[in-house]
C-alpha cells in the first residue's frame, strides 16, 4: 500500500507574526479558542459575502451557523471541544498557503476584496 504525500515548507510574513506577538500574546493559555471561534466567525463573514455577491456559485439558502459542543468524556478520556461552521471553506491551494505560512491572514485579503467592491463592509 502506498500513500501519497506533500511536503511543504513553513515561511513566515515577519511583520505579521511581529505585529501577533506584539498585540496577541496573552498569559491565557486557552487563547486558542477565542482564535478557532474567530476563524469561524470569519469563514461564515466570508461565505456570507459570497452569497451576497455570487448566487450562481452557492446555495442562497444555505445556513450559516457555528456550533461550539463539550461532549461528556469517559472518565479517563480527554476532554474535547469541538468547533463547527457552515462557512466558506478552503481549497487546497488556500490550504497551502494559509496553513503553510505563519502569520498569513486571509482575513486581511478579504477585507481588501470588500474594499474593491461597492459594498459596504457593514453589510456582511
Known sequence: MTIDTNSYHFKAEIKQ??????????????????????????????MHFEMLTNRDVL????????HIE???AAEGEPKRIII????????REELVQNLGTIA??????????????DMDPSDV
Open 17 to 46: 507574526l511581529l505585529h501577533i506577538l506584539v498585540h496577541s500574546l496573552y498569559k491565557d493559555r486557552d487563547i486558542f479558542l477565542r482564535e478557532l471561534i474567530s476563524n469561524a466567525s470569519d469563514a461564515l463573514t466570508r
Open 59 to 66: 446555495d442562497a439558502d444555505a445556513e450559516l451557523a457555528l
Open 70 to 72: 463539550v461532549p461528556e
Open 84 to 91: 463547527k461552521d457552515s462557512g466558506i471553506g478552503m481549497t
Open 104 to 117: 498569513q491572514s486571509g482575513a486581511r485579503e478579504f477585507l481588501s476584496r470588500i474594499g474593491e467592491s
